[in-house]
C-alpha cells in the first residue's frame, strides 16, 4: 500500500534552517504529484509547496515563497522540503503529501494520500 514517511523535523531557533524529507513507497512515485502541508495547534491544515511529477514545475504558499524549496528525486522515490529562515510562526506538524494530478490540490480534502508527519518546532 501506499506509504510516505516522513523525517527531518525538530526544533530550531528562528533564523535556522531544515531539511524534510519523505520517503515513499507502495506506488510508482514518478506518476503522482508531491507536496507539502502544515497543521499548527488549533489551525487547519494548510498547503505549503507542491512539485509536479517530473520536478520541473513548483508552487508555494505565499507565507514561506522565497524561503522554501521543494524537490524530489525519482531514482530515490523522495521528496523534500528546504525551509530557511524560518519563524516561530512556521511551528507546526509538517505533512507530506502525493496525488494523481498534475500538482497537489491546495484543499487538504482533495489529497490522494498522507503521512504521518513531522513536528517542527522553532523557537524565538
Known amino acids: 500500500q501506499v506509504r510516505l514517511v516522513e523525517s527531518g523535523g525538530g526544533l530550531v531557533q528562528a533564523g535556522g534552517s531544515l531539511r524534510l524529507s519523505c520517503a515513499a513507497s507502495g506506488y510508482t512515485f514518478s506518476r503522482y504529484a508531491m507536496g507539502w502541508f502544515r497543521q499548527a495547534p488549533g489551525k487547519e491544515r494548510e498547503f505549503v509547496a507542491t512539485?509536479?511529477?517530473?520536478?520541473?514545475?513548483?508552487d508555494y504558499a505565499n507565507s514561506v515563497k522565497g524561503r522554501c524549496t521543494i524537490s524530489r528525486d525519482n531514482a530515490k522515490n523522495t521528496v523534500y522540503l528546504q525551509m530557511n529562515s524560518l519563524k516561530p510562526e512556521d511551528t507546526a506538524i509538517y505533512y507530506c503529501?502525493?496525488?494523481?494530478?498534475?500538482?497537489?490540490?491546495?484543499?487538504?480534502?482533495?489529497?490522494?494520500?498522507w503521512g504521518q508527519g513531522t513536528q517542527v518546532t522553532v523557537s524565538s
Open positions: 503529501a502525493a496525488d494523481i494530478g498534475v500538482m497537489i490540490p491546495r484543499i487538504p480534502g482533495h489529497v490522494d494520500y
Open positions: 512539485i509536479s511529477k517530473s520536478g520541473g514545475i513548483t
